[in-house]
């Protein structure tokens, strides 16, 4: 099969699995783009054509779709090319990166602070240790045991594994069977939502007319509670379609500067302090008005916070929630991107 075949067919299998239907994708250039193993172009050509047909299919009216292999590649590298008063961006903290162990390799993630301490004591090193003694630490063990003292630390650690190690680990076997998006339909007043006719706040036109000339996501409310890069990128995405996106960040929380910046296009920001009644209160408030909630938190956290999707239901009914996770929803790492749309009767699960 052709690489825009496989495009194509990528597209759809994504519609069938949410249960929607989307215009046709005209697919141009082909892989190789990047120097890899994996064909990251065709990966971007997927997502970013999915995207664009799902906003098609928004506007409707006979609307295209349209996506350059190559250009979707080079929208999947676009913190490289982000600059700031002309300087490029440094994304890695000195500690991040991959190192070589007894049998292998290794990457650790040490930006943020607490990830770093974190590896640094589970590797039995002092807090002030550099780059050098990290390097024999993780030299003198095997990869896994890199894996398992780092995040038996609580920090983030992941051994480099082939194929067939990748195959043989629980959590290979734990996402193998789900689907690249879970969608979920809960019981709740007012229906799901029609994001196509959400009306604006000041409470005139409707936003995404058919076959008219404003973007697809016009007058759509979202609530963007997402870090580091899937989750604002998505969000990023929405804006560009049209939405209205609010960024609900918080000043206690550690982030890559050079990202917040670089997927902040289109968005407005605030800070809300989720451990104080007033964060509570005020996102109570916004979750009201809103007809999109994306987080990206650790699974359970905003749910004990009395932000998960059956209550976000109830203080808006027909939101849809969207949770972005990396690792999948089963298994030990946890996650999964998952669509819930609350509103109507019965369950979902998209093979």
Same mark, same amino acid.
């Given at each position: 099969?052709?690489? /825009? ?52 299919a ?9 996506v350059?292999? $190559?250009?979707?590649?080079? !929208? ?8 700031? /008063?002309?300087a ?7 500690l991040?990166?991959d ?43 095997t ?28 959590? !290979?076997?734990?996402?193998?069977? !789900? ?17 196509g ?12 007319p ?9 007058? *759509? $409310? ?10 604002? *990128? ?10 209205? *996106?609010l ?34 209160s ?8 809103a /007809?999109?909630?994306?987080?990206s ?17 109830? &203080?808006?009914?027909? &939101? ?6 990396a ?8 996650g ?10 019965? *369950?979902?699960?998209?093979?």
């Open positions: 099969m052709s690489g /825009d075949h496989v495009v194509e067919e990528r597209i759809r299998e994504l519609a069938t699995e949410v249960g929607v239907e989307l215009p046709p994708v005209r697919v141009s250039g082909d892989d190789p783009v990047l120097p890899s193993v994996f064909h990251v172009g065709t990966a971007a050509a997927i997502a970013v054509g999915a995207a664009t047909a799902a906003a098609a928004l506007r409707g009216g006979g609307s295209r779709a349209a350059d292999v $190559r250009e979707a590649a080079i !929208s999947f590298l676009d913190e490289r090319h982000f600059r700031i /008063d002309g490029a961006v440094d994304l890695w903290a000195p991040s990166g190192y070589r162990t007894a049998d292998g390799w290794v990457r650790l993630h040490c930006n943020f602070d607490h990830h770093r301490d974190a590896a640094l004591a589970g590797l039995g090193l002092s807090a002030d240790t550099g780059r050098d003694a990290v390097e024999r630490a993780c030299a003198g063990r990869a896994v045991e890199v894996e398992g003292a780092v995040t038996a630390a609580g920090g983030c650690a992941a051994a480099m594994r082939d194929r067939a190690g990748w195959r043989e680990h629980p959590q !290979s076997r734990a996402v193998a069977g !789900s689907p690249l998006v879970h969608l979920t339909r809960l019981g709740a007043p007012g229906g799901v939502r029609d994001l006719s959400v009306r604006d706040p000041g409470g005139g036109g409707t936003g995404a058919k076959g008219g000339g404003g973007r697809a996501l016009d007058g *759509v $409310r979202v609530l963007d509670l997402t870090r580091v890069i899937a989750g604002p *990128v998505a969000t990023r995405t929405l804006a560009a379609h049209g939405a209205q *996106v960024r609900v960040g918080a000043g206690h929380l550690p982030e890559v500067p050079g990202l917040v910046i670089g997927t902040a296009f289109g968005k407005r920001s605030c800070h809300l302090d989720l451990r104080t009644p007033a964060g509570i005020a996102l109570h408030d916004l979750v009201a008005g /007809d999109v909630f994306v987080q938190y650790r699974p359970g956290a905003l749910e004990a916070l009395g932000f998960g999707p059956r209550r976000l239901a109830e &203080i808006r009914p027909g &939101i849809v929630c969207v949770d972005i996770s690792y999948g929803g089963a298994g030990a790492v946890g999964q991107a998952r669509v819930r749309q609350p509103g109507a009767d019965g *369950v979902r699960h998209r093979p």
